[in-house]
C-alpha cells in the first residue's frame, strides 16, 4: 500500500509538534558534533514564523515526519554577497527521529523546491555549516548550489542557492 504523502502550511495546532522537531534535530546534530545550531532554535521565532505562515510540513500518512520553514528576510552574515537583498530561505530544517533514514526530510526540501523554484520562479537559498561536509553535500545533491564560504561565530559555513528552473534530480 502506498503512504499518502502531503507538503503543507503548517496548521494553528501544529506549532508544539512542528517545534519538536526541532529540538529533536538540534539533539541528533549535537550527538554528532555538528555545529549546524549552537543552540535550540528560538521557540519565539518559530512561533513568530508560524503565525505568518511561513512553517511548512511533510505528511506521511497524516504524521508529521519534518518541518521546514520558508522566509523572507535579509542576512547580514551574507552581506559580502547578497549585498542586503532580501532572498527567500529555507530555515529550521528538521525531521523526526522517528523517520530518520526514510528520506521525508528530501522529500520536503524537493516538495518546497518544486513549489517555490519551479512553481512560483523564486529562487530558494540556504546557509549550513561546513564541519565534515555532510550538510553541504547533501543540499547539493539536491540541486543547490554553493555560492560562498565564511567564517561565522561557530566555524565555516556555506550559503546555498537553489535555482529557478526545474532539476531533474531534485
Request: aromatic share 14%; charged share 25%.
Amino acid at each position: 500500500m502506498n503512504a499518502i504523502q502531503e507538503f503543507r502550511g503548517l496548521r494553528s495546532d501544529e506549532l508544539d509538534t512542528g517545534y519538536a522537531l526541532h529540538l529533536e534535530a538540534y539533539e541528533w546534530l549535537k550527538s554528532r558534533g555538528s555545529s549546524q545550531w549552537a543552540k535550540p532554535f528560538p521557540y519565539e521565532k518559530y512561533r513568530l514564523w508560524h503565525g505568518q505562515r511561513l512553517n511548512y510540513g511533510f505528511f506521511s500518512n497524516g504524521t508529521l515526519t519534518s518541518v521546514l520553514s520558508i522566509v523572507e528576510e535579509t542576512d547580514d552574515r551574507w552581506h559580502d554577497y547578497l549585498q542586503g537583498r532580501s532572498v527567500l530561505w529555507v530555515r529550521a530544517v528538521s525531521g523526526s527521529d522517528r523517520f530518520r533514514g526514510k528520506n521525508f526530510g528530501r522529500l520536503a526540501i524537493q516538495a518546497a523546491i518544486r513549489q517555490f523554484a519551479h512553481e512560483a520562479h523564486i529562487p530558494l537559498y540556504l546557509h549550513c555549516y561546513r564541519g565534515e561536509g555532510f550538510l553541504p553535500e547533501y543540499y547539493s545533491r539536491l540541486g543547490f548550489n554553493i555560492l560562498s564560504e565564511t567564517e561565522l561565530e561557530n566555524g565555516p559555513w556555506v550559503l546555498l542557492r537553489h535555482p529557478v528552473h526545474p532539476d531533474p534530480e531534485s
